[in-house]
């Protein structure tokens, strides 16, 4: 069979069974499944009621750990072979990635090295599943995470942090608007300075940036809004401590804010041989801080990721997989570990 064949083939059975965050059981059995088949042995993290990380290791004691994640966001689209690309949701986010990372990591192993594959869930979200591992014991010195870097070594990343805006204002009639005070226009009116702050900037990864992800507010089109919140998402380049005065001064006393999941940005361990790129989306490095030297690599591209069209080529799901192992040899040379 051809490695094309069996990375398409790994990639469609974990798209087949969905797994959006906080609904990942299903794809973490299979995947225990497939790796207990393969002559892995498979241990499950607890992160929640119902819902566990795994981890496998080719033997005792891994120096080197291979590790991606296998919840996706919604909605759910079932896989679906065209040619050379591979459709469907978590072809490159990540599920396609597992798959170059399981055959990469079944090389490595045939070399005697001693690795592990650490499939964690809750990414998109919280990253509960990255913060449950790293509250379990490892010998891991060097972390290879997978993410669509459109097959680049990334040097940093942003962090992320989800704020809430909340106005509040005075019900009334719509027909006498003098008599209350709309949370929704001031939300709005608020909203529409966003831009005016002056946020940080960092000569590697670039401008902070801002999203106002979704809105709530109000009663009905006859009611002057009582309430109304924004969810915003800031990528971060800057520790976060930076921002929140910057916020509150934005917000003044028109607003309350609430801190929501924060992630830091990092700067990332690099090895010749690699085209290398920033990106300004947040993984669970952060959140890996006991397994050892971070590297990001992976196939495929985040433009596409979280979309109807999210898709990867298979070609480069193959290619990955000797990219992963030639990744993990210069890794482990580099801390001196193993062959170069």
Known sequence: MTLERQVADLAIRLMEVESTSGNEGGVVAVAEGLLAGRGWHCDRIPVAEGRDALLATSAADPVLTLSTHLDTVPPWIPPRLDGDTLHGRGACDAKGIAASMILAAERL????????????IGEETTHDGAHAANARPTTSRILINGEPTESTLAVGTKGAMRVTVRTHGRAAHSAYP???HSATRELVQLLATLDEVR??????????TVNIGKLEGGVAD??????????LMLRLVTPAQEIWPLLRAWAGDRATLEEGVMVPPVRLATVEGFRTSVVAFATDIPALTQWGTPYLFGPG???VAHTADEHVSVRELADAVAAYERLALAALAREGLGPA
């Open 222 to 231: 006859n009611v002057i809004a009582p309430r109304a919140e924004a969810r």
């Open 109 to 120: 192993r045939a070399r005697g090295l001693s690795v592990a594959l650490l499939l964690v």
């Open 199 to 208: 946020w940080p900037e960092d000569p590697l990864l670039g401008p902070t």
């Open 178 to 180: 003098e008599m209350g």
């Open 301 to 303: 591209s985040v433009h």
